[in-house]
């Protein structure tokens, strides 16, 4: 995510992109998560170091189920020295994605159609499992598996009041995406054959897992839009609890039922 003004607008940089991904290769084949957005594919180096990380994130067909790779398309025109580049490169990286989160604005670029419901069909058709359009204060509409569904945006209400949706996608996107790996995460005991096949465990996931999802994902959303700048309202993660400190092992004397000490 690019850095922010101090009065909460977006800031771009020159090009500091990272060409050496290789020797960072560990660090992504570690991850049980890949993501990334079409920002990074809009011009070179940061494209070819971008396709090299989905390359090894997808890696060899037995890595690639025990991995998931997710996208926030975020399309940027002015970022494109040449922006019909985007379209045909974008469809070939989603349909390998196994979530796709996308804007309407988006939509007739990538698919052909204005129509939510259809180019999310699209999306799933040519290889992607889960795909949700955010529609602003209307909410989402999400297409997976497990059917399709629309869901509200969460209010925002008092005291809390809407001061700057800079970072709302993304947050959306942050919630969707780590709520949905924590629920492939869990083995599922009416599905063994899964196995750590994260891949499978998504495409198995009910209603009510993506609804909570959904749900989590707007809470997110929302929650970024009373706060100036991208991630100011949203909590971060509290540190790991200390471990117990450990038990004393006391070596010594024992005391006898006759309440006298022995060796």
């Avoid at 939510?116 to 909410?139: F, I, P, W």
């Avoid at 063994?192 to 909570?212: E, F, N, V, W, Y």
Wanted: proline content about 10%; overall charge positive.
């Amino acid at each position: 995510m690019p850095p922010n003004t101090p009065d909460g607008q977006r800031l771009t940089k020159g090009p500091a992109y990272a060409d050496v991904i290789d020797e960072k290769a560990a660090h992504v084949r570690r991850g049980r998560l890949f993501h990334f957005g079409s920002s990074t594919l809009s011009r070179e180096p940061c494209r070819s170091a971008t396709l090299r990380a989905i390359e090894l994130a997808c890696g060899k067909a037995s890595e690639r189920a025990g991995r998931l790779l997710s996208c926030d398309v975020n399309l940027r025109p002015h970022l494109w020295p040449e922006i019909k580049e985007a379209p045909p490169l974008l469809r070939k990286l989603l349909g390998d994605c196994d979530i796709v989160k996308l804007v309407p604005e988006e939509l007739p670029l990538l698919y052909g159609t204005e129509h939510v419901e259809e180019a999310a069909a699209k999306a799933r058709k040519a290889g992607a499992t889960v795909v949700a359009v955010t529609l602003g204060a209307s909410g989402c509409y999400v297409d997976s598996p497990a059917g399709q569904a629309y869901f509200a945006a969460e209010p925002i209400v008092a005291p809390r009041r809407e001061v700057d949706p800079t970072g709302a996608g993304d947050a959306f996107s942050a919630g969707l995406v780590a709520s949905l790996l924590l629920e492939v995460l869990v083995r599922d005991p009416d599905d063994p054959a899964a196995g750590d096949d994260l891949r499978r465990r998504l495409q198995s996931l009910s209603a009510a897992q993506i609804k909570r999802a959904a749900t989590h994902a707007s809470h997110l959303g929302a929650l970024c839009c009373t706060a100036l700048g991208a991630t100011t309202a949203i909590p971060k993660a509290p540190p790991p609890a200390p471990l117990p400190p450990p038990k004393r092992i006391v070596v010594g004397k024992r005391t006898s039922s006759s309440g006298q000490g022995d060796e």
